[in-house]
């Protein structure tokens, strides 16, 4: 038996949101530690990985380890009917073939539960060493999300430089060149503040359709952590109460 | 042009 009550619905409601355009469907590995997905999108060069602790939710019991393929597309449409204010159970049997979804109105005045049908997907776990990377960037999750979508109008690759003083967001289109730079700063303003942590330079290349997708989860944490090094895939983090959701992109190389 | 690499020449597939 695997159940996990979250008074806060709207979290997940949020998370799902976040990725549901990325992975369409998932395997989720539920554990008494944690619920956890890793999955990489259609085209094998994004990979989402959310982990959310048990420790985190209101109540929290897995019996024995299981693996629950879901289709992402009919989760986000069942979560969709839960109200931003609603707490959500998840619950399967051992050897589950649906999910129990339950939503409960704040002051239970209304109570709904779908079974969402499992299905049984091949898992392409990728191993991911833990890895020293040459630049770390913490700033505004909203601030990196406009200044993406912002660039977007020029062109669809972002090339991004970091280096000890500043990050430097550079884009190159048919339409002209330009380039939007930040200095490390230790800002009261959230919307300002730049946190560089950098041991080597680095600049790198890549699709800001990708990154825009990406950014969705900006509704999650104010803070986004990039992680840098050269030629491998760039990291974003975005860290909230109930665990944590970071997205893989491997870099743009030039022909 | 320019492409994009898939993550398994990165990380290996377990």
């Known amino acids: 038996m695997f159940e996990a009550l979250l008074g806060n619905g709207l979290i997940l409601k949020k998370i ?16 008494s530690e944690a619920i956890s997905l890793q999955a990489m999108d259609a085209s094998h060069v994004a990979l989402v990985v959310l982990v959310l602790r048990a420790s ?12 629950l393929g879901v289709s992402i597309t009919n989760l986000a449409k069942l979560l969709k009917i839960a109200g931003n204010d609603d707490s959500i159970i998840l619950r399967a049997e ?13 002051n239970n005045e209304k109570m709904c539960e779908f079974n969402l049908n499992l299905l049984t997907l ?3 776990h990728l191993g991911i060493p833990e890895q020293e990377y040459s630049a770390e960037v913490t700033m505004s999750s909203s601030e990196f999300s406009r200044i993406c979508r912002e660039l977007t109008q020029v062109t669809d690759t972002l090339n ?15 339409i002209g060149t330009g380039s939007i730079t930040m200095k490390a700063n230790n800002s009261d303003k959230s919307e300002e503040k730049l946190i560089l942590n950098v041991s080597d330079t680095v600049s790198m290349a890549f699709a800001l359709r990708y990154l825009n997708l990406f950014n969705k989860a900006s509704s999650l944490s104010d803070e986004v952590v990039l992680s840098l090094s050269p030629e491998v895939p760039v990291v ?12 893989f992109l491997a870099p743009k190389i030039a022909e | 042009g320019k492409y994009q690499e898939v993550l398994s020449k990165f990380y290996y597939v377990g």
Do not use: M, W
């Not at chain 1, 051992?94 to 704040?106: I, P, R």
């Open chain 1, 56 to 67: 985190e939710f209101e109540e929290y019991r897995c019996d024995r380890p299981q693996t």
């Open chain 1, 16 to 31: 799902i949101e976040s990725i549901k355009e990325l992975v369409t469907e998932v395997n989720f590995e539920v554990t």
């Open chain 1, 94 to 106: 051992d050897e589950a073939h649906v999910l129990t979804l339950v939503f409960t109105g704040k």
């Open chain 1, 160 to 174: 991004l430089s970091v280096d000890k003083e500043s990050v430097k967001f550079a884009v190159s289109g048919d």
């Open chain 1, 122 to 124: 091949d898992s392409e």
């Open chain 1, 236 to 247: 974003l983090k975005f860290a909230f109460d109930l665990g944590e959701l970071k997205y």
